[in-house]
């Protein structure tokens, strides 16, 4: 079974600091993937990063990017010059072929940016 | 290009009555899903397809039906809806090698029994 943990309590992140949000997870499947994802408060999933379980680099995508550390089963998001249209849940996601590719979800974290 | 269309997107019921949400994908996606979010509790899923006519229980899946019966489209069923089953529920799908950027959610699916 999949599991992803997010525990961090709600955070307030001042305009253009960085700020990295936890999530680890645990899995026994060899091969899988690794998403974070953001809710503002109009309520769709908007898909920011992507990380296979395979790849040697960490991934980025502008100004997200993904701590990616396997053997301690821990894929951090990291926001660089956080803006405040980055107020919102996040959300990390594993997926697995293995797990027919069904997304199993943590249960988020609340970020909001302040002026 | 509409991606993945959830109808309707607000719905009140009464304890006892029965609905059925649509979830329609326009990607020729084979994998289909449903899921629930209820605050605190991130999204858990409730019932999937792999492809046309299968289905499979998720991690909640009490209280809830589902079909396939074509590719584009995957029904979420309440037969006998509780106060309990008030949430919002999502939809999405994905493509046979799914474990790469390819999930799209639909916009939700806001139900609230009373």
């Known amino acids: 079974a999949q599991k992803i943990t997010q525990t961090q309590p709600g955070m307030f992140v001042q305009e253009k600091e960085a700020v990295t949000l936890d999530c680890t997870y645990d899995?026994?499947?060899?091969?899988?993937?690794l998403f974070w994802y953001k809710q503002p408060s109009s309520g769709e999933m908007i898909f920011l990063i992507y990380?296979?379980?395979?790849?040697?680099q960490n991934a980025t995508e502008g100004r997200y990017s993904l701590n990616f550390q396997k053997a301690r089963k821990s894929a951090n998001l990291v926001i660089s010059a956080s803006q405040l249209g980055d107020s919102a849940m996040y959300f990390c996601?594993?997926?697995?072929?293995?797990?027919?590719?069904?997304?199993?979800f943590g249960k988020g974290n609340q970020v909001v940016v302040i002026p | 290009n509409a991606g993945v269309t959830q109808t309707p997107k607000f719905r009140v019921l009464k304890t006892g009555q029965s609905m059925t949400l649509l979830c329609a994908q326009d990607?020729?996606?084979?994998?289909m899903y449903w899921y629930r979010q209820d605050p605190g509790m991130g999204l858990r899923l409730i019932h999937y397809?792999?492809?046309?006519?299968?289905?499979a229980k998720g991690e909640v899946p009490d209280g809830y039906n589902v079909s396939r019966l074509k590719k584009q489209n995957f029904l979420l069923g309440l037969e006998s809806a509780a106060p309990s089953q008030t949430s919002v529920y999502f939809c999405?799908?994905?493509?046979?090698?799914?474990?790469?950027?390819?999930?799209?959610f639909g916009s939700g699916t806001r139900l609230t029994v009373v």
């Open positions: 999405a799908s994905s493509g046979q090698t799914g474990n790469t950027y390819g999930y799209t």
């Open positions: 899995t026994s499947d060899p091969s899988y993937g």
């Open positions: 990380q296979g379980s395979y790849d040697q």
């Open positions: 996601a594993m997926s697995s072929l293995y797990g027919n590719n069904r997304l199993a």
């Open positions: 990607m020729n996606h084979e994998y």
């Open positions: 397809s792999v492809g046309e006519g299968t289905t």
